[in-house]
């Protein structure tokens, strides 16, 4: 009776030491968050390797739904509303699904977000978007499959898919003109407006640069030993050809600069005034 009674205390030690066994994924699982426009982007997904499999063939057949991963679904989260395919998506968390092709791969963004390794669980009728992009052959090799957001501007940039030598991106804009430039309008009206933020973005997106000038002086006025506004200050002077002025604004900027012990900004200068 005690030889039994030892016999299940030992199976039951083992199977106990067995179950804290754990070993690493075979296609591990990833989560990006990114910030994009005014809000940011998050992308959760399993990355399975080639591991001298086929593409099309083995792992992505071409021309059937694919999770756009592994193991469970891809999903894509937006905290603000982009425009993908020129249809605006709110903000919400998405299924990213795509079906692969040699010419061209559908990219869908779903309400599900639960579709994994079964196609039937699929419901055309919950697409918030479906497009279809080109894709392009790299010369390199991505042996893990990789989502990554490049090409990124503040209102643009790509969603790249990337697997073996073939890379899918799906362009991603926001609209924010409007919003910016009410915004920047509600806070001239404030007691304590935003002059530098609002002169940046006037010169950063070619507006009235009279104005932006106006604002960044302002701003210098307020904040003097600023040298990062006085060094926007110089380059909207310069931009209107009002060069003496630049000079002044740029030496200005680089002293302070030094004072500060910010070498990149030294540089900056010294590179605007060569051009003056």
């Known amino acids: 009776m005690k030889r039994i009674l030892f016999s299940f205390l030992l199976a039951g030690v083992l199977s106990a030491s067995q179950a804290q066994v754990k070993i690493p994924a075979a296609s591990p699982a990833q989560t990006i968050k990114q910030d994009f426009g005014l809000g940011t982007l998050e992308w959760s997904y399993s990355r399975p390797s080639l591991k001298g499999r086929r593409l099309y063939a083995d792992l992505a057949p071409a021309g059937k739904l694919w999770r756009t991963g592994a193991n469970g679904a891809t999903t894509l989260t937006v905290s603000d509303e982009i425009i993908v395919g020129g249809k605006t998506i709110p903000a919400g968390k998405y299924g990213l699904l795509t079906i692969p ?3 061209s791969w559908t ?22 978007v479906r497009i279809q992009v080109t894709p392009v052959t790299t010369k390199t090799n991505t042996e893990t499959f990789t989502i990554q957001l490049a090409n990124v501007t503040p209102t643009t940039a790509d969603l790249q898919l990337s697997w073996g030598n073939i890379l899918v991106p799906v362009p991603i804009k926001t609209e924010l003109d409007a919003r910016i430039m009410a915004s920047i309008d509600a806070s001239m009206q404030s007691d304590k407006p935003a002059y530098f933020q609002a002169a940046t973005y006037y010169l950063e997106n070619n507006k009235d640069l009279n104005k932006a000038i106006g604002w960044f002086a302002k701003a210098a006025e307020a904040q003097p ?23 002044a604004a740029a030496e200005a900027s680089m002293q302070l600069a030094k004072e500060n012990h910010n070498d990149d900004y030294v540089r900056n200068n010294q590179k605007l005034i060569a051009t003056l």
Do not use: F
Request: glycine letters at 4%; hydrophobic letters at 30%; proline letters at 2%.
């Open 107 to 128: 990219v869908i963004l779903t309400q599900q977000t639960d579709v994994t390794s079964d196609p039937t669980a699929y419901k055309e009728a919950d697409d918030v």
């Open 225 to 247: 030993k600023a040298y990062w506004i006085q060094y926007q200050y110089a380059k909207a002077l310069a931009k209107t050809g009002r060069k003496k002025e630049a000079r």
């Open 101 to 103: 092709g040699q010419k």
